[in-house]
């Protein structure tokens, strides 16, 4: 496959969470692409050293139109929503929550974690579902060997192995870790585009170098991509993908809607606390104030034409 097709996206740094932000790395969303399948926000961070940096204390906040995927490479964080789910964050394990009409969460690393590692992954749901009743999903996939790699599918199906938790449309999350000098080739859906996001190592995607915290993008048509790690030591990746997601979406601080009007009503009914976000229990600090809003209409966003 030609490696020239593969595009090479860039993270800029960027901070999460309020007053005590920390640091992210983000990749999607971006000018040159909003999607990868209906993956639409992809935030790397550590390895942060949470006595240096506090680590992280995301205080109450609202999501609408979507799900979050968290997964971590090291360390632990609790979560607690208004479904009044209390659940822990461990690397390895899959923690998926659906906001569609409104759900509210907070994230706080553990008091026992010293290095905090990992990602924290976006998915838009299509139209019919934007406004799906919250839920919440963990789910611990077991590791397999392909080659020389060691794989972990939380979502999707890849290399014969399939993750029950559902979406809502089809996608596919793994993480990849490759040994040292070692090139494996994957099966995968040629209707799927596919983002590797590559967390350590010299890694190339169909022949495409990549460094540490850029997102290699590969369009649809291929039936299978093949990942090498060209360093002397293991390289950690995580491999995305599902058929492009054809709709436009507004996407301004936690919402995604349609239209600037949906995020104009979604911000006012977080800032009256209304029922629609719901209340989190168990964390002490205050809830995080929405900003204002832009002096200008919210333009839907999308992918440009495929080539």
């Known amino acids: 496959m030609d490696h020239t097709e593969i595009e090479v996206l860039t993270a800029r740094d960027v901070p999460l969470g309020g007053p005590r932000a920390m640091t992210v790395r983000r990749t999607l969303p971006q000018r040159a692409r909003t999607f990868v ?36 490479f090291s360390g632990e964080i609790e979560h607690r929503d208004s479904l009044g789910t209390h659940a822990f964050v461990r690397p390895g394990e899959i ?13 706080v690393s553990t008091p026992d974690t010293t290095v905090l590692h990992g990602v924290q992954l976006w998915v838009a749901l299509p139209d019919a579902h934007r406004h799906a009743p919250r839920d919440f999903q963990h789910h611990a ?17 890849l290399a014969g192995a399939t993750s029950p938790v559902r979406t809502f449309t089809p996608l596919l999350g793994a993480e990849v870790l490759i ?27 169909d022949g495409a170098p990549l460094r540490p915290a850029e997102l290699g993008y590969a369009p649809p048509g291929r039936g299978t991509i093949t990942l090498t ?14 058929p492009p997601f054809g709709e436009e979406i507004v996407m301004w601080w936690n919402f995604i809607g349609r239209s600037h009007q949906d995020i104009v009503e979604a911000r006012d009914d977080w ?30 966003r999308k992918n440009p034409a495929p080539r």
């Open 95 to 107: 923690n998926l929550m659906t906001g569609g009409h409104g759900i509210s969460h907070t994230e």
């Open 37 to 72: 399948g209906a993956w639409c926000f992809v935030d790397h961070y550590g390895p942060d050293r949470v006595a240096e940096t506090g680590g992280m204390d995301v205080a109450a906040h609202p999501h609408t139109g979507l799900q979050t995927v968290s997964w971590l």
């Open 271 to 300: 800032e009256r606390a209304s029922d629609r976000f719901g209340a989190v229990d168990g964390h002490p600090g205050e809830r995080l104030p929405a900003p204002a809003l832009p002096n200008a209409v919210i333009k839907p």
């Open 141 to 157: 996939p077991g590791a397999i060997r392909v080659d020389g790699a060691e794989l972990r599918v939380f979502l999707g199906t």
């Open 229 to 242: 790690n060209a360093s002397d030591r293991p390289a950690r990746t995580v491999l995305l993908g599902g």
């Open 179 to 205: 040994d040292a000098g070692a090139a494996v080739t994957l099966d995968v859906d040629p209707e799927f585009e596919h983002g590797l996001l590559v967390d350590e190592g010299d890694v190339r995607l």
